[in-house]
């Protein structure tokens, strides 16, 4: 990832500066670019998926620190192509529709014309659950029973909040969940929607592929984390 990516920003990167409201930051989920003032600190990897990567990022309106998941689009006009761009614009418009404390916090996403790349800009977490359970056992430490059941709380809170609004994510395990130190206590929040789909109450899903978002992939099919319905003949907000 080059500074040529970050030198796109969105009129969204204002929004920001001006302290307009979160649901006003969402509503143009693609917006033109403008003069750089994003930019990579040391291209600083947080983390790789199928999809794309993430590093972290500041920015100079307003002097926080982001982070940014940057996905590569294929030549323009191949059936390739066509199908990258509604699944990262899929991804971004989900995400943008949920407010809550409990799931990462969206900002906004641009198009880098020189890099060909779509790239969402979000709230910087601290490490994926995975790590952070890892690093207890490591250590010798057991996660407390309070935390364990804030972080169930949290998650079980975030899930509805998603449902609530016709979403369903698709590919929560502990490497989509990421942990926060607010106010001294560590909490947790949902993050990378690259997989999920609309579906309303009592509607249900088939197969792998859903039109207008990523197919699911043997990465979340197969997960010890993931439902066993998932990406059978019917299957819905359970999953």
Known sequence: MSLATAANV??????????????SQSI?????????????????????????????????????KYAIKTVPLPVRGTP??????????????????????NIVKYSYSFHDHTERTFN????????????????????GAAILTADRERWSRQLAGAVAHMHERGIV?????PWNVFVVNEGGKENVKIGDFGL?????????LSGEAT????????????????APELGSDSYGHSA
């Open 10 to 23: 969105l009129v969204g990167a204002q929004r920001l500066k001006r302290g307009h409201s979160r649901r």
């Open 28 to 64: 143009a989920v693609i917006a033109p670019a403008h003069t750089s003032t994003l930019k990579i600190e040391g291209l600083t990897k947080l983390g790789e998926g199928t999809s794309g990567q993430a590093f972290l990022i500041a920015n100079d309106l307003d002097g926080c």
């Open 80 to 101: 390739e192509a066509d199908q990258v761009w509604a699944e990262v614009t899929n991804e971004a418009r989900l995400h943008a529709s949920l407010h809550h404390e």
């Open 120 to 139: 969402l800009l979000m709230e910087l977490c601290g490490g994926d659950l995975w790590t952070r359970v890892e690093s207890a056992m490591d250590g």
């Open 169 to 173: 994510h698709r590919d929560l395990n």
């Open 196 to 204: 999920s789909v609309r579906c309303a109450v009592g509607d249900a």
């Open 211 to 226: 039109a207008g978002a990523a197919p699911l992939d043997a990465s979340a099919i197969g997960s010890l984390y993931s």
